[in-house]
């Protein structure tokens, strides 16, 4: 909500900024593979829209001389993109719908290969050993 100055004077209520983003979101965000620093910046780059490595330090709180390589890791794994500039390195995402798809086939894919690994094992398995070990003998 935009107030005018004389509004912010006469003691009419305004919003500073957008609430805090709750714990709970950066959680989830690890639970699909980030790690704490990228979930912190990936929301900071969310709030902000576009920014620059200093930017997303300040938003985010996490070290400025983590923020690139941060930044580098989240657009290796498609969750943000470089926008081409001709001074500091400024970076941009999709929006957080584009993120949980991306987060979500990037689940979805590590459970595929989880269960073909299983399948291979399996059939690795069933050529070399019996299908029950047999029971001890008895005397």
Do not use: F, I, K
Not at 18 to 39: F, I, K, N, T, W
Not at 55 to 83: F, H, I
């Amino acid at each position: 909500m935009v107030t005018s100055v004389r509004e912010r004077n006469q003691g009419v209520a305004h919003r500073s900024g957008p609430p805090p983003v709750p714990d709970s979101v950066r959680r989830e965000l690890q639970e699909l593979g980030l790690r704490p620093y990228e979930a912190r910046v990936l929301v900071a780059l969310l709030r902000a829209g576009s920014a620059n490595s200093a930017q997303l330090a300040e938003l985010s709180g996490v070290p400025r001389t983590s923020t690139y390589q941060v930044m580098e890791a989240l657009t290796d794994q498609g969750l943000a993109e470089r926008v081409p500039t001709h001074g500091p390195a400024v970076w941009t995402c999709a929006g957080w719908e584009a993120v949980v798809d991306v987060l979500d086939a990037a689940e979805e894919e590590r459970l595929r290969q989880h269960h073909a690994r299983t399948r291979q094992l399996r059939q690795a398995m069933a050529e070399v050993l019996p299908a029950r070990p047999a029971p001890p003998a008895v005397h």
